[in-house]
C-alpha cells in the first residue's frame, strides 16, 4: 500500500509561501489580532511576563566563564528572516521578542568574553525526504523544503538559502572558531555531536538561545540536563509559532522554568558574560 509519501515531491518554497503554511499563518494571524486586542483590553497582563509569586524555588547557577558555552540553535534564515517559509507563524513571536538582535547581543558579548560559541544547526538532505513516518511539525517542515540542502558534502545553492545563517550572524559562525556541530534531525541534539563538542572544551556551563523555543530550543534543553549540564535558557533569545493549535512560545516558558537551571534575559546574560 503507498503511503503519502509515495509520488509526493516536496512543496518548492514558493508553493509553500502561497500555500499551505501561508494558509496557517493567515488563520493564526485572526488569532494573533485577537491576543492583539486583548493585549490593548488589558495591557497590565503580559502572558509571558515571569509571574508575580512564583512558588518555584529560585536560580542559584553562577555564571564560570572558565567552563561556559553559548550555544544557537537553528540560526538560519528559515525561522528567522522575513523572507523565510516560517515568517507567517513566527514573525509576530521573532519580532515582539526581538530574537534577531538579542542573539546577535549574546554572540557578540560570548567572543568579547572569549568563551566557547556553538551553533547546531538544521539540515535537511534528500535521502531525509524518504522518511517513512514523521510527526506534525516534521512533515510541514519536509513540506515546505524547510533547511533544505542538496546534500552532506554539497553546499551548491547554499548561500542565501534558508539553511543558510542569517547575514548579521555570519561574522560571528565563520570566523574560524565558532563550533558548527553536525546537524540534528529532529529536534534534539541527541542525534547530533554538541555534547561531545562542549565537553572536548571542558564545558559544563550552557547559555541557551536560538530557534525555535518549544522545538529545538526546548529540545536541547532537556538534552543537555539529561546529560549533566547546567542550562540557562535566554527567554527572548529564541521566539517559536503562533497559530491556532497553540502559542509554542508561552508553552516553552513553562518548561523553561519548569526544568532549565535558569532562565535569563538577554540583559541579564550580556551583563554576567561582561562580568
Not at 503554511?21 to 491576543?35: D, E, K, Q, R, Y
Not at 558548527?180 to 572536548?200: A, E, F, I
Request: proline share 5%; with cysteine; aromatic share 8%.
Amino acid at each position: 500500500m503507498c503511503n503519502d509519501h509515495d509520488h509526493k515531491k516536496p512543496l518548492s518554497r514558493r508553493d509553500a509561501l502561497r500555500g499551505g503554511l501561508t494558509a496557517a499563518a493567515a488563520v493564526g494571524g485572526a488569532a494573533i489580532a485577537g491576543t492583539a486586542h486583548a493585549k490593548a483590553q488589558d495591557k497590565v497582563k503580559d502572558p509571558y511576563a515571569p509571574p508575580a509569586k512564583s512558588v518555584l524555588p529560585p536560580s542559584n547557577m553562577k555564571l564560570d566563564l572558565s567552563r561556559a558555552a553559548l550555544v544557537v540553535t537553528d540560526p538560519q534564515n528559515d525561522f528567522l528572516s522575513p523572507d523565510g517559509v516560517t515568517w507567517g507563524v513566527v514573525g509576530e513571536s521573532v519580532t515582539r521578542n526581538n530574537t534577531v538582535s538579542n542573539i546577535e547581543r549574546l554572540f557578540k558579548a560570548a567572543k568579547a568574553a572569549d568563551i566557547t560559541v556553538a551553533v547546531s544547526p538544521h539540515y535537511y538532505y534528500p535521502t531525509d525526504h524518504g522518511w517513512k513516518f514523521e510527526g506534525a511539525l516534521e512533515k510541514l517542515m519536509h513540506n515546505i523544503g524547510m533547511f533544505d540542502r542538496k546534500g552532506a558534502l554539497n553546499v551548491d545553492g547554499f548561500e542565501g538559502s534558508g539553511a543558510d545563517w542569517l547575514d548579521v550572524y555570519k561574522p560571528y559562525i565563520n570566523d574560524g572558531k565558532t563550533i558548527v556541530t553536525s546537524p540534528h534531525k529532529v529536534y534534539g541534539n541527541d542525534t547530533n555531536d554538541l555534547s561531545l563538542q562542549l565537553r572536548k572544551q571542558g564545558v559544563d556551563q550552557v547559555i541557551l538561545a536560538g530557534m525555535s523555543a518549544n522545538l529545538c530550543t526546548e529540545s536541547h534543553m532537556r538534552e543537555l540536563i539529561e546529560q549533566g549540564f547546567e542550562v540557562a535558557v535566554v527567554s527572548d533569545g529564541t521566539a517559536a509559532a503562533i497559530i491556532p493549535d497553540g502559542d509554542g512560545y508561552l508553552a516553552a516558558l513553562t518548561n523553561f522554568r519548569f526544568i532549565a537551571n535558569a532562565v535569563w534575559t538577554t540583559d541579564e546574560a550580556v551583563k554576567l558574560l561582561q562580568a
